[in-house]
């Protein structure tokens, strides 16, 4: 069992700038991908960025890439969305979700995620 806790949501103006993070309470997390997501209101579950089990590897939708940056602390069991740039489009509720070693890993389908954390909401004023 993987516990995650998403924090650094809040409010701000269109250009600015938030870091949002995800604590896992489990040691192995670097055996996790991971990932965030993302959910606006009357919208589905967009995918938004995933780093891979061994930090090679990055993915983006296209509708951040260029403005957002995953990273992870492995010493620190912590995931980051460093989100630059922000739009009104960007607000949701952030999502970071951690799917198990899989050889077949595709970052945006929910599906391969075990563990999903509450959600942090951010919401951006123009």
């Known amino acids: 069992q993987v516990q995650l806790v998403e924090s650094g949501g809040g409010l701000v103006q269109a250009g600015g700038s938030l870091r949002l993070s995800c604590a896992a309470s489990?040691?192995?997390?670097?055996?996790?991908?991971m990932a965030w997501f993302r959910q606006a209101p009357g919208k589905g579950q967009e995918f938004v960025a995933a780093?891979?089990?061994?930090?090679?590897?990055?993915y983006y939708s296209d509708s951040v890439k260029g403005r957002f940056t995953i990273s992870r602390d492995n010493a620190k069991n912590t995931v980051y969305l460093q989100m630059n740039s922000l739009k009104p489009e960007d607000t949701a509720v952030y999502y970071c979700?951690?799917?198990?070693?899989?050889?077949?890993?595709?970052?945006?389908?929910?599906?391969?995620?075990?563990?999903w954390g509450q959600g942090t909401q951010v919401t951006v004023s123009s």
């Open positions: 979700a951690a799917a198990p070693w899989d050889s077949d890993y595709e970052p945006p389908n929910t599906a391969y995620y075990d563990y």
């Open positions: 780093i891979s089990y061994s930090d090679e590897n990055t």
């Open positions: 489990r040691r192995t997390f670097s055996y996790y991908a």
